[in-house]
């Protein structure tokens, strides 16, 4: 799959792209646990998306590195569509 064939609702995502750049992280408590996400910018030759990062991913991914991501899914966050791994998908730093 590639990035433009990315919109919002779409599950079961498989996709490899390079991140551009990732965000600071935020930390914040969810049901007495603390949790952290981040946003980062990913890309291949068909254009760029924003990924979700979630707890330990934000610290594995890095600006310049290949991710890949298997059973992602594509929500809806203030006005944007995002990409993110989920409690069902995985991502994975590609060599």
């Given at each position: 799959?590639?990035?433009?064939?990315?919109?919002?609702?779409?599950?079961?995502?498989?996709?490899k792209a390079?991140?551009?750049?990732?965000?600071?992280?935020?930390?914040?408590?969810?049901?007495?646990?603390?949790?952290?996400?981040?946003?980062?910018?990913?890309?291949?030759?068909?254009?760029?998306?924003?990924?979700?990062?979630?707890?330990?991913?934000?610290?594995?991914?890095?600006?310049?590195?290949?991710?890949?991501i298997e059973?992602?899914?594509?929500?809806?966050?203030?006005?944007?569509?995002?990409?993110?791994?989920?409690?069902?998908?995985?991502?994975?730093?590609?060599?």
């Amino acid at each position: 799959m590639k990035i433009r064939d990315l919109k919002i609702g779409l599950g079961k995502v498989n996709i490899k792209a390079k991140v551009v750049k990732v965000e600071e992280e935020k930390v914040f408590v969810r049901d007495n646990k603390e949790c952290k996400v981040a946003n980062a910018v990913i890309r291949d030759n068909t254009g760029e998306f924003i990924l979700t990062l979630w707890n330990e991913e934000v610290s594995k991914v890095k600006a310049g590195i290949k991710i890949k991501i298997e059973n992602g899914y594509v929500n809806e966050f203030q006005g944007e569509p995002r990409l993110s791994a989920g409690k069902f998908g995985k991502l994975e730093i590609v060599k």
